[in-house]
Nanobody, 121 residues
Framework: QIVEFGGGAVQTGGSLRLSCAASGFRLDYYAVGWFRQAPGKEREGVSF???????SYSDSVYGRFTISRDNAKNAVHLQMDDLVPEDTAVYYC?????????????????WGQGTQITVSS
């Protein structure tokens, strides 16, 4: 299974770091994606890291969020800086066994339970 950590509340301009930790298997071999769903909106892709550690970001978070792999902790982190109220959402991590990843939900095989991020103005 995979579990997200690091959710919480922060003011505009603040930072948070989310972690996606795996148990029972190594994350090294998988693509890991971060998605979010705001109230009343569809879930959208935020960032992903392929199995070869190629990173990609949505336009809305490019330059503010950084995804990275931490093999020692068997985790993938999402560093979120310069947060704005529009970033408020439940954030999910997911893994893609093919290793390709992507910002669309198709292809992801396993999802975490989600963690809430709230950014106040």
């Amino acid at each position: 299974q995979i579990v997200e950590f690091g959710g919480g509340a922060v003011q505009t301009g603040g930072s948070l770091r989310l972690s996606c930790a795996a148990s029972g298997f190594r994350l090294d071999y998988y693509a890991v994606g971060w998605f979010r769903q705001a109230p009343g909106k569809e879930r959208e892709g935020v960032s992903f890291l392929s199995s070869s550690d190629a990173a990609s970001y949505s336009d809305s978070v490019y330059g503010r969020f950084t995804i990275s792999r931490d093999n020692a902790k068997n985790a993938v982190h999402l560093q979120m800086d310069d947060l704005v109220p529009e970033d408020t959402a439940v954030y999910y991590c997911a893994i893609d066994a093919s290793g390709n990843g992507g910002l669309r939900e198709e292809g992801y095989d396993l999802w975490g339970q989600g963690t809430q991020i709230t950014v106040s103005s």
